[in-house]
């Protein structure tokens, strides 16, 4: 039974950042936003809502439906570029279990390039507002072959802000995705600090590369439920809507974090041991899963 469902609120964006799969394509889908019923979703056994997009803070129902997730009961979950955050903060205080301010670079010349929009100094300042607030954020910090050197400024650029730092791997990104075994162990060696949280699940999945579509990794369906900004159901994956779940030609080295991590906590591999053990780890570092 599914227990994570993520939510697609739009796929509309206030930046063109580097990784993301919706303003890269030649015309980008329009799905009218329209409400959703997540009663039910959460009568079905799903404990989690991941709220993505699309900069989720785009759509304008926003605190609406995170008002009524926590009134049905969700953990909620919610990764936004900052630049919006700012003025809609107090609209979602207390309605986030877990915010995920997302950064790139840890100065602004590199960032801004990145997402190309000046917004390194929204996203820190969003970072200190939510921090305030106490809504406990943390800097998502997606790794590529590029920006990992950086990995000791953003390390203590987030221990400065007195927040913790999460570092995912790039998984949409050709090119830059993938890492050298040095590389992995340099990673590995910074996330033996108290505010930086990695899960070593996906490092071996990295390693391993990703998913393989003769006996796929990917449990898509069995762990997660996709809902589109119309409020439509998807599967198995946002990416791979209708197709065969792990088995087709875009689930080759497949690393999509949104699905292969809640893929992880089933089938008892060593990709299952680690998953566990880095959310025991995460847990003891201060932050529920
Ligand atoms: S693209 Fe989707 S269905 Fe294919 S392996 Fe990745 S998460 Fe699974």
């Known amino acids: 039974m599914p227990n994570i469902c993520n939510y ?7 930046d063109t950042c580097e990784f993301h799969h919706a303003w890269q394509k030649d015309k980008p889908e329009k799905i009218e936003e329209k409400p959703c019923e997540l009663g039910n979703l959460k009568k079905a056994g799903v404990h989690t809502l991941r ?39 107090r609209l979602v205080d207390g309605l986030i279990d877990r915010l995920f301010i997302t950064l790139d670079y840890p100065f602004a010349e590199g960032h801004d390039r990145s997402r190309g929009v000046d917004c390194f100094h929204h996203a820190i300042k969003a970072v200190e507002l939510a921090r305030d607030l106490r809504q406990r954020p ?13 990995l000791p400024e953003m390390a203590e650029l987030s221990a400065r802000l007195r927040v913790h730092l999460y570092l995912s791997p790039v998984y949409d990104f050709h090119g830059t995705q993938g890492f050298e075994p040095a590389t992995l162990g340099h990673i590995r060696y910074y996330a033996r600090r108290r505010h ?37 159901r998807a599967g198995p994956c946002f990416f791979n809507q209708g197709g065969r779940q792990g088995k087709e030609d875009i689930c080759s080295s497949c690393m999509r974090w949104p699905y292969m991590l809640p893929s992880f906590s089933k089938g008892f591999d060593r990709y299952f041991w680690l998953n566990l053990y880095s959310n025991l780890v995460f847990k003891r570092k201060g932050i529920k899963v």
């Open 8 to 14: 697609y609120v739009t796929l509309s964006s206030n």
């Open 51 to 89: 709220i993505t997009g699309g900069e989720p803070f785009l759509r304008e129902d926003l605190p609406h439906i995170l008002k009524e997730a926590k009134r049905i009961g969700f953990q909620t979950e919610l990764s936004t570029n900052g630049i919006k955050y700012l003025d809609k903060a």
């Open 196 to 232: 930086v949280l990695l899960n070593y699940a996906a490092m071996e999945f990295v390693k391993d590369g990703g998913n393989r579509v003769i006996l796929p990794r990917c449990q898509a369906k069995e762990t997660t439920v996709t809902i589109l900004p119309d409020g439509k």
């Open 138 to 150: 943390i800097i998502k910090f997606t790794m590529t072959r590029d920006n990992v050197l950086y």
